[in-house]
């Protein structure tokens, strides 16, 4: 690291401090050639995450959009913004866990409904209409019912499962008849 003061090359370390709960490191360093002193931090660089979409489009994960999506499904405000937060930052850090850091949409919305089904019942079917292409409104109703009798379902890999677990009374009209 070159010095702050007078950009000589050679600085020496003279104290570094963790922090806790963190992956910040503060080291104190010492110029030898003009006697100042500085600080510099050394901080994790994360690996990116990438989230690939149902049309195959690529974009940077991004936990902003994450919490907007929470906070939509949960308008009524079941979850105040401290809830949302952490539930946030949970699916970030598994996500950067994951040793395949291209995830797809279903992925997250998947991993956000197993924890908003523990919070409440009608955040967890808002976000399951508003995530799955499958559901259509007369899904949505039975996925109330069914939730209402069964529960939620407990661990599916992915978002639709929810579709397998509902079974509307009637059929579908196909779009092009
Ligand atoms: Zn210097």
Do not use: W
């Not at 009524?76 to 949302?84: A, F, I, N, P, R």
Request: proline share 2%; net charge positive; with cysteine.
């Amino acid at each position: 690291m070159r010095c702050a003061f007078c950009d000589n090359i050679d600085t020496q370390v003279r104290d570094s401090r963790a922090h806790s709960n963190s992956h910040i490191i503060k080291r104190r360093r010492y110029c030898p050639s003009c006697g100042e002193r500085f600080t510099t931090i050394e901080q994790l660089i994360r690996r990116e995450i990438v989230v690939v979409k149902r049309d195959g489009r690529r974009e940077m994960f991004d936990i902003e959009k994450l919490r907007r999506s929470i906070k939509l499904a949960t308008a009524k405000g079941s979850l105040d913004d401290g809830s949302v937060d952490s539930m946030a930052n949970t699916i970030h850090k598994q996500l950067e866990n994951r040793v395949n850091h291209d995830v797809n949409t279903k992925t997250v919305a998947s991993m956000v409904m197993k924890r908003m089904q523990a919070v409440d019942d009608m955040s967890f079917i808002r976000f399951a209409a508003f995530y799955s292409d499958r559901v259509t409104y007369s899904d949505f109703l039975s996925l109330i019912e069914t939730v209402k009798e069964v529960g939620a379902p407990q661990d599916g890999p992915d978002l639709f499962t929810v579709g397998d677990v509902v079974k509307p009374k009637r059929g579908r009209k196909a779009k092009n008849s």
